[in-house]
């Protein structure tokens, strides 16, 4: 039966899985956890960034910004998106002064 693990196709070695070059193994319970705790906040960050195409699909990136409604992260354009929705985040300096009327200049 042939080990678990992958062969090097260039010194024709074979490499487990233990071998591979990254984080080491974890030893411990606890260790175990905490890899998985880091996994699920990463995985979390990736939904988080890829929902920016799903929700302001329209938008340009460099007008984009993370803002927080209710304690959750979610994506604001400034420009395009509603005083009432804009009214609804946390508050923030930033936010403050998008929701200020500018004044008209000559």
């Excluded at 090097?8 to 487990?16: A, F, V």
């Excluded at 705790?37 to 007008?63: A, G, P, V």
């Excluded at 609804?88 to 200049?105: A, Q, R, S």
């Amino acid at each position: 039966m042939e080990r678990p693990g992958c062969i090097d196709w260039s010194s024709q070695r074979h490499i487990n899985d233990i071998d591979a070059p990254g984080e080491p193994v974890p030893e411990t319970e606890q260790e175990k956890n905490e890899l998985l705790d880091k996994l699920r906040d990463i995985e979390k960050d990736l939904k988080f960034y890829k929902s920016l195409f799903e929700t302001h699909y329209n938008s340009c990136l460099f007008n984009m910004k993370i803002k927080h409604l209710k304690g959750e992260q979610v994506w604001v354009d400034p420009t395009r998106d509603t005083d009432e929705y804009i009214r609804n985040l946390d508050v923030d300096d930033e936010i403050e002064g998008w929701l200020k009327p500018t004044k008209c200049e000559r």
